[in-house]
């Protein structure tokens, strides 16, 4: 049974860098068959992708040209995990963010609700 | 990007009646290699993750009762439930997976009349 555990601050200021961690378990964060994503929720915004990362003989990311500029996805193969980080925060970037497993999202992780407040 | 649309915003329905869900792709979702629709239909609860409910427009996830079902082809889509029961309360989304930006529904709200 594959899970997904969030960690990561709650509360950052303008202007910084949010950095969420997703460790997997059940499955490898390396696994040649699977995607790992970065979405957020928001009430203005509803559902967004952010982006994700992906392992096919070598490592693969995509992004939304919303956040394009300031993120970034990695893997971790020693911990078995992936990461988000979004530079550049404003108070717009407020959100719940989610990871996810899945071409189609089959498996989430409990979100982080990511307050950009001074 | 894609641009789906989901109809209508909330419905109430009775328990034990039937619920419709529509969803439409702004262009056809048609993967070629399978011929199937990159489309998954979602549920979430309040303070919980979207649950994974149908992928290839169609296809139950593991473990989802056989009370829901997809249907639809090209760029309408639609999520029934046939039996409304009192936990189906929630949000349903429709996402689609044909290409990047993956992208969401707005959401349809569904309550017990």
């Known amino acids: ?118 | 990007d894609i641009v789906m649309t989901q109809s209508p915003d909330s419905l109430a329905v009775s328990l034990g009646e039937r619920a419709t869900i529509n969803c439409k792709s702004s262009q056809s979702i048609l993967y070629s290699s399978n011929n199937k629709d990159s489309l998954t239909w979602y549920q979430q609860k309040p303070g919980q993750p979207p649950k994974l409910l149908i992928h290839w427009a169609s296809t139950r996830a593991s473990g989802v009762p056989d009370r829901f079902s997809g249907s639809g082809s090209g760029t309408d889509f639609t999520l029934t439930i046939s039996s409304l029961q009192a936990e189906d309360v929630a949000v349903y989304y429709c996402q689609q997976y044909y290409s990047i930006p993956l992208t969401f529904g707005g959401g349809t709200k569904v309550e017990i009349k």
């Open chain 1, 1 to 118: 049974q594959v899970q997904l555990q969030q960690s990561g601050p709650g509360l950052v200021k303008p202007s910084q860098t949010l950095s969420l961690t997703c460790a997997i378990s059940g499955d490898s964060v390396s696994n040649n068959n699977a995607a790992w994503n970065w979405i957020r929720q928001s009430p203005s915004r509803g559902l967004e992708w952010l982006g994700r990362t992906y392992y096919r003989s070598k490592w693969y990311s995509d992004y939304a040209v919303s956040v394009q500029s300031r993120i970034t996805i990695n893997p971790d193969t020693s911990k078995n995990q992936f990461s988000l980080q979004l530079n550049s925060l404003t108070p717009e970037d407020t959100a719940v963010y989610y990871c996810a497993g899945g071409w189609a999202f089959d498996i989430w992780g409990q979100g982080t609700t990511v307050t950009v407040s001074s």
